[in-house]
């Protein structure tokens, strides 16, 4: 069975720092893109960042571009997204995706693994 775990979530006041951690199991997708998408109440799940499979390319929302990096661990079958410069609008549960499709996607519907998500809260 597949599982994606995130890790790494918290409160942390504006201009802060977190790093997301998201490990997968029972299947690898060392090869395959993998990307990381938050969701606000009331809003759709919405498209941050994306990695290729071999890690050497990359793709951000523009609303986080600059501030939050994507990067993996294959070894490790991981992913993490490092946020710097958080701003209170970066609050929302951010979700660990991954795809056994080659080619990097942005929307919701193209990834066919999910995790549970990990609430992220910055404060004013």
């Known amino acids: 069975q597949v599982q994606l775990v995130e890790s790494g979530g918290g409160l942390v006041q504006t201009g802060g720092s977190l790093r997301l951690s998201c490990s997968a199991s029972?299947?690898?997708?060392?090869?395959?893109?993998r990307a990381w998408f938050r969701q606000a109440p009331g809003i759709e799940r919405e498209f941050v960042a994306a990695?290729?499979?071999?890690?050497?390319?990359?793709y951000y929302a523009d609303s986080v571009k600059g501030r939050f990096t994507i990067s993996r661990d294959n070894a490790k079958n991981a992913v993490y997204l490092q946020m710097n410069s958080l701003r209170p609008e970066d609050t929302a549960v951010y979700y660990c995706?991954?795809?056994?499709?080659?080619?990097?996607?942005?929307?919701?519907?193209?990834?066919?693994?999910w995790g549970q998500g990990t609430q992220v809260t910055v404060s004013s």
């Open positions: 995706a991954a795809r056994q499709i080659w080619g990097v996607a942005t929307t919701a519907t193209q990834y066919g693994y």
């Open positions: 990695i290729t499979g071999g890690g050497s390319v990359t």
């Open positions: 029972g299947r690898t997708f060392s090869t395959y893109p």
